[in-house]
Nanobody, 125 residues
């Protein structure tokens, strides 16, 4: 079992930056694909970014590419999401996830079997 705990969310103005952290416990996640998803009020959960066991394998949603950066510290069993140039439309609850089904990155929600409780990000205009 893997437990995931997100932190780093908050209320910021448009253009600001935030860094989300996802601390894993229960087992090492160094060989697991990790992902960030978000869910805005009244909308379905959507993919944001993913990283494979090799930190060089990353993928981003078009809406965040060039502004967000995903990274991982396998020694710390932690995944990060650096969010720059935040926009009001980035407002959502952000969820960290882990997939035991693949070591490569994946955007497929159904391949993620561990999820955190989420952290709120609110961007004001």
């Amino acid at each position: 079992q893997v437990q995931l705990v997100e932190s780093g969310g908050g209320l910021v103005q448009a253009g600001a930056s935030l860094r989300l952290s996802c601390a894993a416990s229960g087992r090492t996640v160094s060989r697991l694909a990790m992902g960030w998803f978000r869910q805005a009020p009244g909308k379905e959960r959507e993919f944001v970014s993913t990283i494979g066991w090799s930190a060089g394998n990353t993928f981003y949603a078009d809406s965040v590419r060039g502004r967000f950066t995903i990274s991982r510290d396998n020694a710390e069993n932690t995944v990060y999401l650096q969010m720059n140039s935040l926009k009001p439309e980035d407002t959502a609850v952000y969820y960290c996830s882990a997939s035991s089904k693949t070591t490569y990155y994946t955007t497929r929600t159904n391949l993620y079997d561990y999820w955190g409780q989420g952290t709120q990000v609110t961007v004001s205009s």
